[in-house]
């Protein structure tokens, strides 16, 4: 019953942006943290960036000063605000709510999202 459903990927060049969307349903949206990952391809999936439900942010190292988090409540959607975007960036990026964001970087309980392409040209 729970959906994440991501949008906002695409092609972009070094340095550039794009916003993230994923939207919530089938859960009390602000009873959750919300989180993204990204996987490249034949890579792990890392941590990307986190926010609870009181608004506290978590971020990985390499994306900090970039990419920003945050939460509308009243629209169920997270969003992922991506700046000065790098090759290094490219991967599937995936929505991920959990009950607090230690289970989000975790993976523990969390719903997942199917996942929208960034793809960061040089």
């Known amino acids: 019953q729970v959906q994440l459903v991501e949008s906002g990927g695409g092609l972009v060049q070094a340095g550039g942006s794009l916003r993230l969307s994923c939207a919530a349903s089938g859960l009390t949206f602000s009873n959750y943290a919300m989180g993204w990952f990204r996987q490249a391809p034949g890579k792990e999936r890392d941590f990307v960036a986190a926010?609870?439900?009181?608004?506290?942010?978590d971020y990985a190292d390499t994306v900090k000063g970039r990419f920003t988090i945050s939460r509308d409540n009243a629209k169920n959607t997270v969003y992922l605000q991506m700046n000065t975007l790098e090759p290094e960036d490219t991967a599937i990026y995936y929505c991920?709510?959990?009950?607090?964001?230690?289970?989000?970087?975790?993976?523990?309980?969390?719903?997942w999202g199917r996942g929208t392409q960034v793809t960061v040209s040089s």
């Open positions: 991920a709510s959990a009950i607090a964001v230690a289970n989000i970087r975790r993976s523990k309980n969390a719903y």
């Open positions: 926010i609870g439900n009181g608004g506290g942010t």
